[in-house]
């Protein structure tokens, strides 16, 4: 079990994937002329960011936002604001497209063009990475240990975070886990194209609660994902009000960055290559 500082009992990282249109742009290129599809996107930029960073401001807790570089580019004015208040910023790609292993000269370019609108832009050099809708590679892992980032955050396999292990048994870098059971997309995200149902905040939230309680109790980590154009809606932003107070209600619960929880994993916790959770499609 995971020890959190100051004999906290779970970590809770509250992360908001800022894909403004990009992630309507990278699912089909001819959503470029359907600005129907893509005001979804802008309505994470013009309504869900102010929404979600004045919930903050309120709750004065500190969030981790995972933006594309196009965002970067074309939104610049609001990734300025999220990191005035303090938030941290990490990489999602650049054009927010999906991993495919068989084409690494397209992940090197999407790693490179997202590093470079981040520094030129904002002055950011990420510690952390998020991969497009959670879809990752064994090269990826591996050109993010080698580019020098921290953590990852975009696989499943646990609730704690743990070291990859690159081949040779080298140490790779964190990854902070976390599911689509505690991300707001599979409940909000609506495509004309793919019609799935929109849930109830209640629905949601009884979801949530219990992957916070049973999480809790297992003292691992609550990693929530977060999208300002899903969570952004007037009355889900209640319901994230809502949740962040049911957590508070233990008082144990440690409110952290992603880069705070895997900078004090990592000073806690040694790398072990014969660890045998080790994940074998990572490892190249
Ligand atoms: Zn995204």
Redesign the pocket.
């Known amino acids: 079990m995971t020890v959190w500082p100051h004999g906290r009992r779970c970590a809770l990282t509250l992360t908001f ?1 800022f ?1 403004a249109e990009t ?1 309507w742009l990278s699912r089909d290129p001819a959503n470029a002329k359907r600005p129907g599809t893509l005001s979804q996107g802008t309505y994470g930029a013009r309504v869900g960011v102010p929404a979600v960073l004045s919930l903050l401001r309120e709750e004065e807790l500190t969030g981790t936002f ?1 933006i ?1 570089g196009w965002v970067v580019e074309n939104r610049t004015g609001r990734c300025e604001e999220i990191l005035k208040d303090g938030h941290e910023v990490g990489h ?1 790609g650049y054009l ?1 497209k999906w991993v495919d292993p068989d084409r690494p000269e397209e992940e090197l370019a999407e790693m490179e063009a997202g590093l470079d609108a981040l520094r030129s832009k904002l002055g950011v050099v990420p510690a952390g990475y998020r991969s ?2 959670g879809e990752t590679s064994p090269n990826l892992i591996r050109l993010l240990t080698e580019k020098g980032f921290l953590y990852d955050s975009s696989l499943m396999d646990s609730v704690e975070p743990y070291y990859h292990c690159l081949s040779g048994d080298r140490r790779g870098l964190v990854e902070l886990p976390w599911h689509w059971s505690l991300d707001d997309a599979p409940f909000l995200l609506f495509a004309i194209s793919s019609p799935r149902p929109i849930f109830t905040n209640e629905h949601i939230l009884s979801i949530w609660k219990a992957e916070f309680e049973a999480i809790r109790e297992m003292g691992g980590l609550i990693n929530l994902v977060m ?1 300002p154009q899903a969570i952004g809606r007037p009355s889900r932003i209640q319901m994230l009000r809502r949740f962040i107070e049911f957590t508070r209600g233990f008082g144990d619960v440690w409110y952290a960055t992603c880069s705070d929880v895997a900078r004090h994993w990592s000073s806690q916790n040694d790398f072990d290559p014969q660890d045998a959770a080790i994940n074998p499609f990572i490892r190249v």
């Open positions: 994937d894909d992630n995972f594309p999602h927010h497009p809708a999208h």
